[in-house]
Structure formats: C-alpha cells, structure tokens
C-alpha cells in the first residue's frame, strides 16, 4: 500500500472535544472520524486494526469449539417483551416501528442477543445429545447510550463478539465457561494487552459465576478493588470487604437528642449545620427486596452495595423505595430516616462498619430534624447476623483472601464471561429432554467482548507523546517504508522491490510515498506508530544498507539491503506472535499499568 493511495488524515493539533489519549490519538492518526455523538466512521488505518482484533477473537473462538453464525441486528419487540427487558434496558433500547402494508410493526435494534439465540436454540435443539454447543457471532450492536463518550469507548453503534453456551447441565455449564475463560485470556495475550480478569457482580444465581475482563486505566468507567499481595482482583460492585476486629470505641454515651436541621436532608448538609463529619453519622435508607421494604444502616461516608444487600438478605430484587414508602414507614420524607423510632416495624441491616461507631447523628424520623447521641447497641435492636458487609470497598480496605490492603483503580470493561443459568430458556421456552425423557430448561452462558474496546483499551495504555505504540498483531501496518528521496528512482525501485518482497512473506506493508519534508514524514510515522519503521535514505543506499527502527526504541540500527526481505519478515512473524519486544520496552512518559499478577 502507498500512503499517497489510501487515506490518512492526520492531524497536528488536538481535537476538540476529545478528553482521553486513546481518543485523541484515533483522531489525529486518522484511524477514525466522528459522524455525530456515539457514531464513528472507520478509516482505512483504523479499520485495519479493528480488523485484525476482530480476527483473533475469531481464531481463539474457534480453536475453543465455538461455532460462528450471524444473526440480525433487527429483532421482534415481541422477543424482548417475552423476557421483561422492554423494561430492562429502557431507553437504552434502540426502537423503531415501520410500516409494512397496512400494519405497523415493532422492531429494536439488538444491544444484545441472548434473546435471539435462545429462540433460534429453542427451535432446534431439544435433547441433551445435541449439547454442549456454543454459538457466537461478530456483529454490530446497538444501544442508546445516555452519554456516548471516549471516542469509541462508548458509542451508541459498537462491534461485539457474543457467544452463548448452551448446556445440559451445571458441570457442562461450568466446562463451557473455563473454555471461555481461557480463550479470554489467549486473545488478550495475543493483542497486547495489558488486562485484569475480575469478579463481576453475577445477578441472582451469584457465586463466582461471572467475570470482567478489564483494562486498568485511569480514565475507566470502571472501577476495580485488587490485592497487590494476592493478585484478588474484583469489579467494585463485586468485591468484598475482608474481616477485621471491630474496637468499639471507650467513650461515655450521650444521650439522645433531637436537633433541629432544617432542609438538611444530605450528609453533607447535616455536617455543615451541626458541625460534623460524615463518618460520625449513620446513613438510613429505605429499600424494597421482593417488594418489602427495609431498612439499611451505613456510617455516613460509605456507599451502599445493593448487590450485597441483596444477597445478604436473600432477596431477588432490591431497589430505593418510592418517597411514599420512605413516609409510610419512617414518617418523614426523605433524607430525615433514622434507626430510632421508625413508625413501621421492619427489619433493620447495618454495614459492620457500624460496630465502631459511639454517639452517632441519624435522621430522627421527623421533617428538619435529627437525633444526636444514637447508640446502635443501646437504642435500636439489630441481631448479631444482620450486621454485614453491605458497603462498597474503598481504598486501604482488607483483602477478603489475604487481609492485606485492597487498591482501588480505574478501568476500561473489555470482555464479559457470564454464567446465565435459565433465565433466558425459561421465558422463552428453550427446553430439552434428558437421557431419562425429562423436560428440562437449557442452561445457558453468555461471553461477550468489545471489539472497539480492544483497539482504543490498547491505544490507551501504549502511546508516548508523539504517538500511538502498536503491538504488531494489531497494527495496521506492521512494516512502514519511508523512502527519503521520492525522486530518485533507484531509490524508489528498492522501496517497491522491499514492499513486494516483505507482502509476499505475509507482512503488511506500506510505503511512505509522499514529495513531503522527512520531519514531516518521521512525525507522522510516529504518530500513526507502526512498529518497524526503514527509512532508505541517500548514504545508506549508496552503502548498502538501510535503516530500521522499532517504534518504541529510541536507537536505529542498519542492517544489509542484501537478504533484508526474509531477515525482516523473520523478525515481524515472531513478534506478531509473541509481542517480546513490545512488553519487553522501556515504558516512559506514559507507562501504562504493569501487567499485574493475575491468579485467579
Ligand atoms: P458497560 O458497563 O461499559 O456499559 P456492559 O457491561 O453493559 O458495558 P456488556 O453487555 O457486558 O457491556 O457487553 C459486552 C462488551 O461489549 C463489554 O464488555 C464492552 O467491551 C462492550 N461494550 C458494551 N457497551 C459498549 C458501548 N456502548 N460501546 C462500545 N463497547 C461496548
Ligand atoms: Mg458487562
């Protein structure tokens, strides 16, 4: 390929509206172009990546024994109200209704596809001889994202490879999963990236049924609680807080007060009105599990894990009730709830957190009021069991496994494992007979992985300030010729024998052809950052030898014209595979995250 032949705009300043370095970069290298909000053409470059991503998600797919099919990005509303998730997904749920003959009919576009498959499974498989199986498709999803952000990190159309296993049983359900699992793990490894496999929040059918695959970065929607010591690493909705003794503090107890604090319905506002600190208050909330309501109690500077007050309460469902529940039940509207005096007798949880705090100030169950002085052991009954852990972690927190400190960092969601059960295959019917003629639902799993996400995650982490840093296997170039002269043509004779020579071993090559300045040249060459750069310049030529670099190497080196070709094509194969030079870089300016021990 010859630059002056394909389409590469790049760019010398930052683009506006564009926060993040992976962002910045699609732009100014010219891999992408925004159409509107969440809509991203791929150019030439760009696509080429995303292609090559795309294909070793394909490769680790089928070399695990998932079979690829294509199912389409139009569906029935009818198969999304069969299992609830109209509701679900909410605007996010892209609908369009068209007209056909004389009817309207109601279709969305698919931000997933359990449902489809599952219908598609129900069809045609009904007895466990014909399971396990696993289906997966690469295809374009939809979803109206409230805030596409990030460049293609969250867009409202986005690449996704999804995979859905379909089994007879638990242990089958589980082989399915580890297959996926490690194939998550291969084609993470041969991208490049630097990831986490993370405990992720499962939904009701709970244990350690689903993990994330995540990219730490900084400027992740995500966050990510990890044991630097043991290498436990959990999504923040997921991960637990580890046991410690809880000291009581030896103080006197006050007794209880009732203050005035008018409009003061947050923590922060009570604090500023009775000159407090949010650890010293208890936060109450009101939430409904299976449409019953109860009460929680954290201390003021905790977040609550509704995941984990779910699962502590044993409940299917949980949610905030209505302000009108909050009145029934407390007699106050909300943000004045208290542990102490509630008009409604229900069942109270506190976060164990709350075992250290003496003299606390709770909403008092009164309009502009609250209570100093609250004694959780004195004034209010909780049994022993309804203390929990029912709070986000945060920072400095003990590692459930190990004890030793938890850190918390942000990161980029690039890949999802999921242990799905029987939701789906119940609502929609996909049932089968076992080996005694019994009727059962299958038992499904579900994978999924962000194509985009893998390219701009990669981008986010491997960049200096001049540019993008591709590991081979994704790069959409793996071999860039820069002919100094464009002139001379001898010069460039070389430069197209090179270019035939090295695409004929299998490399992917281009030719910098344009009549530009070499710093020009050289500049963008980093900008675009593909891995092996040969410049063949005047004396080189004259010598016999050309000059190649590796993006991330500050040093050239010459090498023979003679027998170049096959030496340089050896050299990309093998990094294409194994990436050694690639991790192997001195990581400078923006040494993205170690890639940090993962034993899970
Ligand atoms: P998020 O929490 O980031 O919204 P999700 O958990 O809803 O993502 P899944 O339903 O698990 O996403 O989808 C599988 C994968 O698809 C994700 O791991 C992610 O890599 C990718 N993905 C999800 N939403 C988007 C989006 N709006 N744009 C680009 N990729 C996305
Ligand atoms: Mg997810």
């Known amino acids: ?48 990546s995303l292609r090559k991503a795309e294909q070793i998600v394909r490769e680790e797919m089928d070399r695990a024994g998932a079979v690829e099919l294509l199912m389409p990005a139009l569906t029935p509303i009818s198969l999304w109200e069969q299992t609830g998730r109209v509701e679900a997904f909410g605007d996010v749920l892209m609908q369009l209704s068209v007209r056909r003959q004389n009817r309207q009919v109601q279709m969305a576009l698919g931000p997933t596809h359990e449902e489809v498959i599952t219908d598609l499974v129900s069809r045609h498989i009904s007895s466990y001889r014909q399971m396990p199986v696993i289906l997966y498709q690469i ?15 969250r867009t409202s159309e986005f690449l996704m490879k999804d995979a859905y296993s379909f089994n007879a049983s638990v242990e089958s359900l589980d082989a399915s999963y580890d297959k996926m699992y490690a194939a998550y793990h291969k084609i993470f490894d041969r ?51 580890g046991r410690r003794e809880y000291h009581m503090p ?34 109450t909330m009101i939430y409904m599990a299976d449409e019953k309501p109860l009460v929680v109690l954290l201390r003021g500077d905790r977040e609550a894990n509704e995941g984990k007050i779910r699962r502590a309460v044993g409940a299917e469902r949980i949610e905030m009730a209505e302000p009108g529940v909050i009145l029934e039940v407390t ?35 009164k309009a502009d009021t609250h209570t100093k002085g609250v004694n959780l ?22 590692c459930p496994r190990c004890s030793q400190k938890l850190e918390l960092r942000g990161a980029i969601e690039v890949g999802h494992v999921f242990k799905l059960g029987t939701k789906y295959s119940q609502s929609l019917s996909a049932r089968f007979l076992d080996d005694k003629e019994q009727l059962h639902p299958i038992i499904m799993g579900c994978y999924g992985i962000g194509i985009n996400r893998i390219v701009a995650g990669l981008i986010e982490n491997n960049h200096d300030k001049f540019g993008i840093i591709w590991p081979v296997a994704l790069a959409p170039y793996e071999v860039l010729l820069l002919p100094m002269k464009v002139d001379d043509e001898a010069a460039m004779q070389l430069t197209d024998k090179l270019h035939d020579e090295l695409t004929a071993a299998g490399v ?7 009549n530009a300045r070499a710093g020009v040249k050289f500049k963008d060459a ?56 690639f991790r192997a870089r001195p990581r400078g300016f923006n040494a993205g995250t170690s890639p940090a021990a993962n034993n899970l």
Request: net charge negative; glycine share 10%; hydrophobic share 40%.
């Open 191 to 241: 991208c490049g990236i630097e990831y986490l496999a993370v405990e992720a929040e499962s939904g009701p059918i709970g244990g350690d049924a689903s993990h994330e695959f995540m990219i730490p970065s900084e400027n992740g929607e995500d966050c990510v609680a990890y044991c630097p010591a043991c290498g436990y690493a959990a999504n923040l909705e997921r991960a637990d807080v």
């Open 377 to 398: 052991d004195r004034d209010c009954k909780i049994d022993a069991g309804r203390y929990a852990d029912l709070r986000n972690v945060v920072a400095g927190d003990p």
């Open 331 to 365: 007699g106050a509207p909300v943000g004045f709830a208290g542990p102490v005096g509630l008009a409604a007798d229900i069942p109270i949880w506190a976060d164990r957190d709350l075992l250290e705090v003496r003299n606390a100030i709770s909403g008092a169950n």
């Open 250 to 283: 030896d103080v006197p107890l006050q007794d209880l007060q009732d203050v005035d604090t008018p409009h003061a319905g947050t923590i922060a506002g009570v604090c500023e009105q009775l000159s407090s600190e949010p650890r010293q208050m208890i936060k």
């Open 1 to 48: 390929m010859r630059w002056t032949q394909t389409l590469i705009p790049t760019m010398k300043e930052t683009p506006e509206g564009a926060e993040i370095p992976s962002h910045v970069l699609m732009l100014r290298a010219g891999l992408i172009s925004q159409v509107m909000a969440g809509a991203y053409t791929y150019l030439p470059l760009g696509l080429r």
């Open 139 to 153: 295809q374009t999803k939809f979803r109206n994202e409230q805030r596409p952000r990030f460049g293609v990190l």
């Open 526 to 581: 980093d900008l675009i950052g593909i891995p092996l750069r040969i410049v063949l310049g005047p004396r080189g030529l004259k010598e016999g030898k050309l000059e190649i670099k590796w993006r991330w190497d500050s040093q050239a080196q010459m090498i023979d014209i003679e027998g170049a070709a096959p030496a340089i094509a050896e050299m990309i194969g093998k990094e294409r595979n194994d990436a050694a030079r």
């Open 508 to 514: 992917d090559t281009m030719i910098d052809d344009r």
